[in-house]
């Protein structure tokens, strides 16, 4: 059973910083083989998918985070991050770390960690 677990979060006032990270409990291939995602929810609104790595493709950011948000991956430490820098109020989320389909689309998500919650005050 592949476990996906995220770290990191916290409160931070506007213009702070923040990394999450992601351990995924599986083989060294897990990450390197397929889309590996970052997506945030609040209450009230739909799941937006923040950033998504994958060897192949092209690195993509939501437009909200472009030139704020980072996303890498180190294969093997089995770990994912997210690197966060000028963070706005409107950044406030629960934050998940999300693998997608081996083959599939970065949207075809396959297993969700439990998620990390990120609070910034203004």
């Known amino acids: 059973q592949v476990q996906l677990a995220e770290s990191g979060g916290g409160s931070v006032q506007a213009g702070g910083s923040l990394t999450l990270s992601c351990a995924v409990s599986?083989?060294?291939?897990?990450?390197?083989?397929?889309?590996m995602n970052w997506f945030r929810q609040t209450p009230g609104k739909e799941r937006e998918r923040v950033a998504s790595i994958d060897s192949g493709r092209p690195t993509t950011y939501a437009d909200s985070v472009k030139g704020r948000f980072s996303i890498s991956r180190n294969n093997a430490q089995k770990t994912l991050y997210l690197y966060m820098n000028n963070l706005k109020p409107d950044d406030t989320a629960m934050y998940y770390c999300?693998?997608?389909?081996?083959?599939?689309?970065?949207?075809?998500?396959?297993?969700w960690g439990q998620g990390t919650q990120v609070t910034v005050s203004s």
């Open positions: 999300a693998a997608s389909r081996v083959g599939g689309d970065c949207s075809d998500v396959d297993y």
């Open positions: 599986s083989d060294l291939k897990f990450l390197s083989s397929r889309c």
